[in-house]
T-cell receptor
Framework: EPEVTQTPSHQVTQMGQEVILRCVPI?????FYWYRQILGQKVEFLVS????????KSEIFDDQFSVERPDGSNFTLKIRSTKLEDSAMYFC?????????????FGSGTRLTVV | GDSVTQMEGPVTLSEEAFLTINCTYT??????LFWYVQYPGEGLQLLLK?????DKGSNKGFEATYRKETTSFHLEKGSVQVSDSAVYFC???????????FGTGTRLQVFP
């Protein structure tokens, strides 16, 4: 079964550093997403991406965050100048169709720890 | 705005017991509804979904029926196993916004 692949699975970074979280969506999917889950809390939407541009972003997704699809397969989330409160599990997802009618497929997540 | 409310956990059951996890939603349009499961240390896996009223999603013995009149999508399983121990998330998506809105998650613990 096709998978969404995320790397690394765990990243530890110092406060103030930049991190890049990587995702390889399912190859025939056109819609890409990032979500995050702070430990013990609900999963929150960050951003959706289609046709090489951001479709929608939440209020969490401020200027500290950016997304990019640098080539035909990768989808990245960059966090500039990380803060302690950025520590969370970050999930990438992809979908064949808008609105999830055919479902969203999530990766296994990257656990980001900011120290 | 759209929202999802699910019952607080943890839900603690003995093996072979009947499971219900309640989920209700608020949405202005006609959302698709989902249940995702998160096993310990793992990511989110789609368990089942329903895209319109009266649809029943089912998978691995779990079922949920999209009830528009009660705005609910309760998860049920007739006989749980220890391996079903996980956190279960109810979620909705609306085609106009194309994002998932999750409930807070319900932890299920099944003991032998």
């Amino acid at each position: 079964e096709p998978e969404v692949t995320q790397t690394p699975s765990h990243q530890v970074t110092q406060m103030g550093q930049e991190v890049i979280l990587r995702c390889v969506p399912i190859s025939n999917h056109l819609y890409f997403y990032w979500y995050r889950q702070i430990l013990g809390q609900k999963v929150e939407f960050l951003v959706s991406f289609y046709n090489n541009e951001i479709s929608e972003k939440s209020e969490i997704f401020d200027d500290q965050f950016s997304v990019e699809r640098p080539d035909g397969s990768n989808f990245t989330l960059k966090i500039r100048s990380t803060k302690l409160e950025d520590s969370a599990m970050y999930f990438c997802a992809s979908s064949e169709a808008k609105g999830g009618i055919r479902g969203y497929t999530f990766g296994s997540g990257t656990r980001l720890t900011v120290v | 705005g759209d929202s999802v409310t699910q019952m607080e956990g943890p839900v603690t059951l003995s093996e072979e017991a009947f499971l219900t996890i309640n989920c209700t939603y608020t949405a202005t349009g006609y959302p698709s509804l989902f249940w995702y499961v998160q096993y310990p240390g793992e990511g989110l896996q789609l368990l089942l979904k329903a895209t319109k009223a009266d649809d029943k999603g089912s998978n691995k013995g779990f079922e949920a029926t999209y009830r528009k009149e009660t705005t609910s999508f309760h998860l049920e399983k007739g006989s749980v196993q220890v391996s079903d121990s996980a956190v279960y998330f109810c979620a909705l998506s609306d085609q106009s916004t194309d994002k998932l809105i999750f409930g807070t998650g319900t932890r299920l613990q099944v003991f032998p």
